[in-house]
């Protein structure tokens, strides 16, 4: 059984929002660190926006900051990204991760989950 289930990816516009959602099933989900990852064509996976267990602080990759707002519902076991203001070059499969106590250091994340990813395709 998936772990981490995203949805919410599409094709859109340059300039328009899209809402991703990772629902999990990880027993105390309050307990993870929560990541969102990109990988597009060609690239390497890249980080994107965290968000810590416990006290919640975020921390955004420069690429999307200002644009993208990540946040986490522990009673529905849900993690979110808001995106808006597309860009095409924010083009890219779209991964969850979990990492149990993760903080916002993710490079050092070493036991992480992933999800099977959803796309996002923005055209100009």
């Known amino acids: 059984e998936a772990q981490l289930v995203e949805s919410g990816g599409g094709l859109v516009q340059a300039g328009e929002s899209l809402r991703l959602s990772c629902t999990s099933s990880?027993?105390?989900?309050?307990?993870?660190?929560i990541g969102w990852f990109r990988q597009a064509p060609g690239s390497e996976r890249e980080g994107v926006a965290f968000i810590s267990f416990g006290d919640h602080r975020t921390y955004y990759e420069e690429a999307v900051k200002g644009r993208f707002t990540i946040s986490r519902d522990n009673a529905k076991n849900t993690a979110y990204l808001h995106m808006s203001n597309l860009k095409p070059e924010d083009t890219a499969v779209y991964y969850c991760?979990?990492?149990?106590?993760?903080?916002?250091?993710?490079?050092?994340?070493?036991?992480?989950?992933y999800g099977q990813g959803t796309q996002v395709t923005v055209s100009s």
């Open positions: 991760a979990a990492e149990k106590y993760g903080g916002l250091g993710y490079m050092y994340w070493r036991n992480t989950i």
């Open positions: 990880l027993l105390s989900f309050g307990d993870y660190g």
